[in-house]
């Protein structure tokens, strides 16, 4: 056949691919470190846990999602945030177990690639790396024509990190009732509950395009879009202290169900809500959405992005190690010896 169909009339541009990777090559080579061997365009990723310094490391894997997060990406037209928040939902479920984050890879899928909007998502991912200490070794754009609408696309991550053996978290058999709960800020709802927030942005009828309602410094789509705040490389840091005994990544499921996945059976935690100021992005959506408390403290991180457990005695040493990390931290209630998460003054958030 002279004239017979090509892999470009049934969608699918390869060309296109190759010109992507050229495209995104030096933000990939931006997040090089000791440990990687060879360099992206291979079939897939080597690294040497020796040459990054580990002596007896147990490697730890994280796999992830941006979720419809990415909907709103759209709505809004900008795709260069939302790479950092598929890096930080794979790196911070690592460094809760004492992992430090090694290597990243990430999975593009579309409809028809559309190369400059495939480097704006990979320059996030690349930035998220840049912040967790971890390199991207590879990943893979697929194309497939009729899958996806036009101008859509998918995203997942995959992380491995590794850990002494003996410096595994959570420290099970060291938490006790009376140690401390630390609550570390989060950046606002991160990557979780957005299908909740898209309901109520359109239950309310707020324009994306407008001032947001709880910071006039942006528009609405824009304050929603910030990124997933990155915790890895100040809580490394923290865990030389040795103090810390459990971390818990405050993700989907918010406080209710993320903090009791790192305690003892038969133990859990009383949180004063009092203790920190719930943020505005969260009394926003409360109030548009008439979400009640219980419904926020388990869907979002309600200003909380990580929880740490440190012993009582241990506790104001941590917070100032923490503040001088730059983090937001305060003391948000005790480990107790009744199973669940109770959340004093929570009605308070029904605004």
Not at 20 to 37: E, F, P
Not at 160 to 173: C, F, N, Q, W
Not at 175 to 203: F, K, M, Q, T
Not at 243 to 256: E, P, S, W
Request: with cysteine; aromatic share 6%.
């Amino acid at each position: 056949m002279t004239n017979g169909l090509t892999y470009r009339d049934a969608g699918v541009d390869v060309d296109a691919g190759a010109d992507l990777v050229d495209r995104i090559r030096n933000d990939a080579d931006s997040t090089a470190r000791s440990g990687v061997v060879g360099s992206l365009g291979g079939f897939g990723g080597l690294f040497d846990p020796k040459a990054a310094g580990y002596v007896d490391p147990l490697l730890v894997a994280a796999t992830d999602g941006v979720g419809t997060k990415l909907t709103l990406a759209g709505q809004v037209g900008r795709h260069d945030t939302v790479g950092q928040d598929l890096v930080a939902m794979c790196v911070n479920d690592l460094v809760v177990q004492g992992a430090e984050p090694l290597f990243f890879l990430d999975y593009f899928a579309t409809g028809k690639l559309s190369v400059e909007q495939a480097a704006d998502v990979v320059r996030g991912i690349a930035e998220g790396c840049r912040l967790a200490g971890c390199a991207l070794i590879g990943g893979e754009t697929a194309e497939m024509p009729g899958l996806y609408r036009p101008g859509e696309y998918d995203l997942a991550g995959f992380c491995v990190g590794a850990v002494e053996r003996d410096r595994v978290l959570p420290r099970i058999d060291a938490i006790r009732p009376g140690d401390a709960v630390l609550g570390i800020a989060s950046s606002g709802p991160h990557s979780n509950g957005y299908s909740l927030i898209r309901r109520i942005v359109e239950h309310s009828g707020a324009d994306l395009t407008a001032p947001a309602p709880f910071d006039d410094t942006s528009s609405l789509g824009e304050a929603l879009l910030t990124p997933t705040r990155i915790y890895v490389k100040p809580l490394l840091s923290a865990l030389k202290l040795d103090q810390v005994r459990a971390l818990a990544h405050i993700t989907g499921g918010g406080l209710t169900d993320n903090i009791p996945r790192v305690l003892p059976e038969g133990t859990g935690v009383a949180l004063d809500a009092a203790s920190w100021e719930l943020p505005a992005v969260f009394r926003w959506l409360a109030r548009a959405g008439g979400v009640a408390p219980a419904e926020m403290a388990r869907t979002f991180n309600c200003g909380v992005g990580m929880v740490a457990i440190v012993p009582e005695a241990e506790a104001e040493k941590v917070i100032a190690f923490l503040k001088y990390k730059k983090e937001r931290v305060w003391r948000m209630g005790e480990v107790t010896a009744t199973p669940g998460v109770e959340i004093a003054g929570i009605e308070a958030w029904q605004v």
